[in-house]
């Protein structure tokens, strides 16, 4: 994988728990992978399994979904030889970077997590403990989230609303890191959150979603697909009447899958009364006509589970090597966690560099006048100073000293030199070097 300067790189994180449904996928993966083929872009998706386990703690379960979801992105297109697609649990370096980011975040920040918030505002109204049944996993869910998104120094991050302040968080994280230990070494990230996809209704007409239990799994079997639409809610309407396409659960499932042609018609079909038994015909097949190779897919590849372990493993193994690896080098040399013989043998360096540098030198003499003088690296004399009534004057002088370019600037009153001038101006030099 080649990677210009100038490519942008857009990561995103999968939930693995539960099982997909076409809210998801008209929501996220959809318009994930139609952004994953922009040639402009390095994109990295990952199945955010560490993430899971803060809410799903049945093993069965953590493993079954991160097959399906695995499973479910494959067959709708991300091609794992041009996009980075891995499991967050096997790149090992997102963990030990999450340790590094905890110790530079506030805790304050953490307390304002709206996941944290939410629970313990729950358990306020309940009369219960503050934390109550809060773990350290869901206080902490920002922190390795911030670590996914600042170890590959990704540009922008595709989520939800619901996800801006996390993205938000790992800049300050990643910002606060630069500045402790002085450097540029996290790119800040930024949200990207795409108002148009379609957020779909669910059976009951409410936004699709696990938690309200209305969803129609990606992947149903044909007939429980053709049975879960008939269940959709609809008016008491009869046959012959004109219906509103407006607020219709259907009419927006349908519209998610169609063409502009196909919805206008389908509109039209809605104005003229068409009956909602023929409308959920149309529905499942508009649906099915796009589904259904997904799933010719998607149960290929579920029946092979040991090749879409292969997939995931060799995509972390390369993002480690090319990636992951030298950057955690770099961040543990950056905090301190070093080779200690090297560390020693940079300190002496580090020192030998101090003296082999000019220097000035302030005093007072035994007049109790301020002096100055300007040694050489090896201590010879280079410059001597009269002596002064304070040592702010001696020091504006040195100041001023230090600006010099050319000689004749040297030709001041208030300092004698011991030395040819382009002695004195060589050492100015080698201080101006060793500043900036
Ligand atoms: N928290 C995200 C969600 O619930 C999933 C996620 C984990 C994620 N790590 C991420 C998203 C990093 C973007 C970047 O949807």
């Keep these: ?59 069965a379960k953590t493993q079954r979904s991160t097959l399906e979801i695995a499973a479910t992105w494959l067959a709708a297109g991300l091609d794992p030889s041009k996009v980075w697609f891995y499991r967050q649990s096997d790149v090992p370096e997102i963990t030990e970077l999450t340790w590094y980011l905890t110790c530079v975040a506030g805790k304050g920040i953490l307390n304002r997590a709206h996941a944290y918030k939410a629970a313990v505002d729950k358990n306020r109204a309940d009369g219960e403990d503050d934390d109550f049944g809060v773990t350290a996993g869901l206080f902490m869910y920002p922190v390795l989230m911030a670590a996914d998104i600042l170890i590959f120094n990704a540009h922008k991050v595709p989520v939800g609303r619901d996800q801006v302040q996390h993205i938000e968080m790992a800049r300050d994280f990643g910002q606060r890191f630069n500045h402790i230990y002085g450097r540029e070494f996290f790119t800040l990230p930024e949200a990207s959150v795409d108002d148009n996809v ?18 129609i799994p990606l992947f149903a079997p ?35 899958f169609a063409s502009a042609e196909e919805t206008a018609a389908f509109a039209g079909d809605f104005a003229s009364g068409i009956g ?16 259904a190779p997904l799933r010719e897919k998607y149960e290929a590849l579920v029946a092979k589970p040991g090749d879409i372990e292969a997939i995931l493993r060799d995509g972390a193994a390369r993002l480690r090597e090319k990636y992951a690896k030298p950057f955690l080098a770099e ?26 540098l000019p220097a000035f030198k302030q005093y007072r003499d035994s007049d109790n006048r301020f002096y100055f003088k300007l040694l ?61």
Excluded: C
């Design 1 to 59: 994988m080649t990677t210009p300067a100038s490519t942008t790189r857009v990561l995103t994180g999968i939930t693995t728990s539960g099982t997909p449904h076409l809210g998801n996928y008209v929501g996220a993966v959809r318009p994930a992978i139609v952004a994953s083929r922009d040639p402009g872009t390095e994109s990295f998706y990952f199945l955010a399994d560490l993430h899971s386990l803060i809410k799903a703690q049945d093993p």
């Design 198 to 215: 379609a957020t779909l209704p669910g059976l009951d007409g409410r936004k699709m979603s696990k938690s309200y239990g209305n969803t």
């Design 222 to 256: 044909r007939n429980e697909l053709r049975k879960l639409i008939a269940g959709i809610v609809t008016d008491s309407r009869a046959p012959g009447e004109p219906k509103d396409a407006e607020g219709s659960a259907l009419f927006q499932l349908y519209q998610a």
């Design 276 to 291: 909602w038994g023929d409308a959920k015909r149309k529905l499942f097949e508009r649906i099915d006509a796009e589904v």
């Design 331 to 356: 961040l543990r040399d950056a905090v301190g966690l070093r080779d200690l013989s090297k560390q020693a043998a940079s300190g002496k360096k580090k020192a030998a560099e101090k003296t082999a």
């Design 376 to 436: 050489d690296a090896e201590g010879k004399l280079l410059v001597q100073s009269a002596g002064f009534d304070s040592p702010k004057d001696a020091g504006r002088l040195i100041g001023v000293l230090k600006q010099v370019e050319r000689g004749d600037a040297l030709e001041t009153p208030g300092i004698e030199l011991q030395v040819p001038v382009e002695e004195v101006l060589a050492a100015l030099r080698a201080l101006r070097d060793a500043e900036t």
